[in-house]
Nanobody, 119 residues
Framework: QLQASGGGWVEAGGSLRLSCTTS????????VAWFRQARGKERQWVAA??????YYADLVKGRFTISRDNAKNTVYLQMNSLKPEDTAVYFC????????????????WGQGTQVTVSS
């Protein structure tokens, strides 16, 4: 089980940093991804990290940064230049396999954290 936190309300152009932690082992052993789901829409892959390799959806490339702190067993999603269309519930997910973008490829999920960006 993963725990996502750090969501909140921010004005357009602002920043937030999300955190993903677990008490169920070392996150460094897994590929970790962030997904988001806006109201009434499908869950969407945002970014992922496997070892030191990062992957980003085109919609967030250049604005979001995924990173990990192994000492804290935490994966972060730094979100800058936020836009109203970034408003969604953000989930972190883990996989023991290779990084892919489909929901079904991730075995472990957190409960989600709400991010609201006002215009």
């Amino acid at each position: 089980q993963l725990q996502a936190s750090g969501g909140g309300w921010v004005e357009a152009g602002g920043s937030l940093r999300l955190s993903c932690t677990t008490s169920g082992g070392a996150l460094s052993n897994y590929g970790v991804a962030w997904f988001r789901q806006a109201r009434g829409k499908e869950r969407q892959w945002v970014a992922a990290l496997r070892s030191t390799v990062t992957y980003y959806a085109d919609l967030v490339k250049g604005r979001f940064t995924i990173s990990r702190d192994n000492a804290k067993n935490t994966v972060y999603l730094q979100m800058n230049s936020l836009k109203p269309e970034d408003t969604a519930v953000y989930f972190c997910a883990g996989t023991s396999g290779i990084i892919r973008t489909a929901i079904s490829d991730y075995e472990y999920w957190g409960q989600g954290t709400q991010v609201t960006v006002s215009s």
